[in-house]
């Protein structure tokens, strides 16, 4: 189910929302990212305005516009509650605390060769411009066709390795096992040889890549340079190109192979089909898992849907250790299904140590919010007592959430006092 799928609005209102809103708001947004305007809701306004008249303007603008632009201004703030309401977490979340950035420079990597371009377009390119990823959502108005993936067979060795990187990818966090296979055999190899240009600034992107072998390099043209600029290198391990297939952007860099390459490759349709599915119901499942955590029965519908979005699911077996006392803690769990218990050290520094239990977690139990709220070290021991599956927030992610959160968690920081 999509997020527009869940709201009580006519379906009418939601085609409308696909057809005319989503396209409108999302390329302003990819402009105002890309100029990043000192006053972005002026910027807003003589964009709409442009927009409107086909590209062409009175560049003085006198008093008698000054209505107008009270005007605009509010139908901006009322488009932009509307998208907001209507699409949810769809967009990207941003980390106000200067610090998370290098808590994850991986993260960073993950856009810079994707950065949206300058939208200067004619009219016959933006009249001809490919729908949004969100005008991709399927419903009661836009029926999902049958899909098969393609099979492109490989070797047991180069299957594992592949899934081995496309799990470090946000992308694919939501993928299970399943989904995972799906993937991989979707993916094609494909070789090219040093100086190959394997993508252009400015063309449409149908496909994501991962570097099998070799090394590529990421060039950007920005506005008034006569050069092109080398921005990164990618290795072995890289994912590029992901964001076209996310919002649909013309490249915004070149990437040329260094070296000879071998790369792997996933089109756009498995990516819609198994991957944004995989994520919508990863969110619909936590969401409703969510609910039933005493912890989080106080937060609302959107509070919770955006620590869906950052969960991800980790399974360890029976008698595994998941955290150890003393240790620095980056990651808070929540139990989706399964037992744990907290053991503490009864004397520390000896050859062997013995622990003791102090408490015992079940699902819909959390813990490790001490350690990340108080950046102390691990007060004590958790080990599964069961096969067990955990829900975990990285502490990027903490952070970010950490207004809703800080006040439900807090009350427990005493917990593993004794």
Known sequence: MSSLDSLRIPEAKKDYIIQKLNPLLED??????????????????????????????????????????????NE???????????????????????????????????????LPASFVQSSAQRGKARASVSAEAYGAWNVKKEFTPPVYPKEDEQKARIKDVLSKSFLFAALDNNDFAIVVDAMKEETVSAKERVINQGDDGDFLFVVESGELEVYKKFPGDEEEKMLKVCEVGDVFGELALLYNVPRAASVEAKTDCTLLRLDRETFNHIVKDAA???????????????????????????????????????????????????????????????????????????????????TGDYFGELALLRGEPRAASIKAKTDTKLLALDRRSFKRLLGPLQELLVKACDRYAN
């Open 28 to 73: 302003m947004v990819t402009e105002c990212l890309t100029q990043m305007p000192n006053d972005p809701v002026e910027f807003m306004i003589k964009y709409l305005r442009e927009k409107k008249s086909g590209g062409s303007e009175d560049t003085s603008l006198g008093d008698s516009l000054q209505a107008e632009n009270s005007q605009l201004k």
């Open 76 to 114: 901006i703030n009322r488009l932009r509650d509307m998208l907001k309401h209507s699409v949810g977490g769809a967009a990207g979340t941003t980390d106000g605390d200067n610090d998370s950035v290098l808590d994850s420079e991986d993260d960073e990597d993950d856009y810079v060769d994707e």
């Open 280 to 362: 919508a119901h990863k969110r619909e499942r936590y969401e409703s898992f969510l609910k039933s955590v005493p912890l989080l029965n106080s937060m609302d519908a959107y509070e919770r849907s955006q620590i869906a979005d950052a969960l991800k699911p980790v399974s360890v077996a029976a008698g595994e250790m998941i955290v150890k006392q003393g240790e620095p803690g980056d990651t808070f769990y929540v139990i989706e299904d399964g037992d744990c218990e907290a053991l503490k050290e009864r004397d520390g520094g000896q050859q062997e140590v013995a622990h003791h239990q102090v408490m015992s977690y079940g």
